[in-house]
C-alpha cells in the first residue's frame, strides 16, 4: 500500500466514523424527544419512527451520498477505478442509502417501544439509538444484496 493510499484510507475511515458520530447525536436527540412523549405512546413512536423520516433526515442522507459519490468521482478521475464501477457505486450507493434511512426509521420506532416497555425514559433513549443504528446498517446490506441479485438476474436475461 503506498502513502498516499494508506493516507485515503485512513481519512475515510475517519470521514465514516465522524458520519456516525453525527447520526448517533441526532438519534439521541430524537430519542430524548420521544422519552419526553413516554407518556403518550402514540405520540413518543411517532416522533421516534416519523421524525427520522423529517425534512433533516432526507437533507442528512443527500449530504452522505454526494460526500460517497463524490469519492468515488475523484477515485475514477485518478484511474483507480473504471467508469462502470463508478456507475455501479453510485447505484448501489443510491440503493443502500434511502434502504438504510428507511431501516434506521423503523428500528428507532421499534427500539423506542422496546425500550419504553423495558425502563420507561432511559430504555426509549436507548432504544431509538440502538434500534436506530442496528435497522439503517442491517437494511443497507439487505437493499444493497437485494440491489445486486435484481441487476445480475437482469444481466443474465440479456
Keep these: 500500500m503506498t502513502a498516499h493510499a494508506a493516507a485515503v484510507s485512513v481519512s475515510y475511515k475517519v470521514y465514516k466514523g465522524g458520519l456516525l458520530a453525527i447520526q448517533a447525536g441526532a438519534l439521541i436527540v430524537k430519542g430524548a424527544r420521544s422519552a419526553a412523549n413516554v407518556g403518550t405512546m402514540g405520540g ?25 459519490t463524490s469519492i ?20 448501489t450507493g443510491a440503493v443502500g442509502t434511502i434502504g438504510g434511512l428507511a431501516g434506521a426509521s423503523a428500528g428507532a420506532a421499534l427500539g423506542f417501544v422496546a425500550g419504553s416497555a ?15 443504528i442496528a435497522g439503517g446498517i442491517v437494511a443497507r446490506k439487505l437493499s444493497v444484496k437485494l440491489f445486486v441479485s435484481i441487476e445480475n438476474k437482469i444481466e443474465k436475461a440479456k
Aim: hydrophobic share 50%.
Design 72 to 91: 468515488n468521482y475523484r477515485r475514477f478521475k485518478r484511474g483507480d477505478i473504471s467508469k462502470t464501477e463508478f456507475v455501479a457505486r453510485a447505484k
Design 44 to 68: 413518543g413512536l411517532a416522533i421516534a419512527g416519523g421524525g427520522i423520516i423529517g425534512p433533516i433526515a432526507w437533507s442528512f442522507v443527500a449530504i452522505v451520498y454526494i460526500a460517497e
Design 118 to 132: 423495558v425502563f420507561p425514559v432511559i430504555g426509549s433513549i436507548v432504544g431509538v439509538i440502538v434500534g436506530g
